[in-house]
């Protein structure tokens, strides 16, 4: 939402990239008059935005933590299996979808393994 002339907006935001994790997530922000001075405009944020936002903020920053640990763990599990076939290898990719990929060697370099 845009401020209206004479009017400042503040608005909660999420750390990191991890939109793909906290899509779901409230977007919360409000709207001052910006004559009404700093002591003003501080009440009105801890009054009208922090309560909903820190509550938001506490799943998110929840929901990146398990999205990392699942991630951690599948790392680990795509090296393990890569260790118990000659030739292949596991590496982490940002790409689509982000995670482990497990590789082998072939004729044409390091390929996907299919998924079947």
């Known amino acids: 939402m845009a401020a209206r002339p004479g009017r400042v907006e503040f608005a909660g935001c999420y750390p990191g990239d991890y ?12 709207t001052c008059a910006a004559a009404r001075g700093a002591q003003a405009i501080a009440a ?17 920053l929840r929901a990146i933590a398990d999205h990392l640990t699942a ?35 072939g004729r044409q370099g390091l390929r996907g393994l299919p998924d079947h």
Do not use: N
């Open 19 to 30: 939109s793909r994790v906290t899509w779901w997530a409230c977007r919360y922000s409000i």
């Open 44 to 60: 009105d944020i801890s009054r009208r935005l922090l309560p909903d936002y820190h509550a938001e903020l506490d799943k998110v």
């Open 71 to 105: 991630l951690d763990e599948q790392a680990a599990t795509a090296a393990a299996v890569a260790a118990a076939i000659p030739g292949a290898r596991s590496r982490l990719f940002g790409s689509d979808p982000p995670g482990p990929h497990l590789l082998r060697a």
